[in-house]
């Protein structure tokens, strides 16, 4: 699938798989002409059911296109067909905080407040931009949220969010992961 896509064996090089979902993955790449590492989303159109995901994944790519902040993983590249997308991002080497947390558990460690103060001001700096760019994430979990090798977040996968007309409408779709739903929101 991935390996014999002529756009990414033109620009880039495979050196491993990073993670896998249901329409795809994501693996780690070297690009032929400046030797950069990025993370390659592949995401394979032919396993939809329903063809407004495939809108929701175009989407993804223009809101990450249109998006430029510190605590945002920077978006390369987005080409699509009719039967698949890919999407070239900047690679965070540090992981993402869902695993960073079973580390800490496992090692029963605590993560210092500084850190966790840090890792919150700087979720509050990107939700504040992409909600005065009017993007709604909508789906911010520990497995969204990567580090860099520096311990600075990057927010990713904006796969169901919402880009609001302005910043006084509302989103009234229920969406993203329920454990990560307000109680508010599930009661309406």
Known sequence: MVEKDKYI??????????GKGGY???????????????????IDFTKFEDESDIDKVIQEGQILFKLSHENIIKFEDFTYNKSRAILIMEYVEGGDLNNRIKEQRGKREPFKEEQIITWFLELCSV???CHLHHKLHRDLKPKNIFLTKDDHIKLGDFGVSKVLKSIEERANTKIGTSYYVSPEILKD
């Open 24 to 42: 795809g993955l994501v693996i780690l790449a070297k690009n032929k002409d400046n030797n950069s590492e990025v993370a390659i989303k592949y």
């Open 127 to 129: 939700i504040k931009y």
């Open 9 to 18: 064996n033109s620009n880039y090089e495979i050196i491993r798989h990073l």
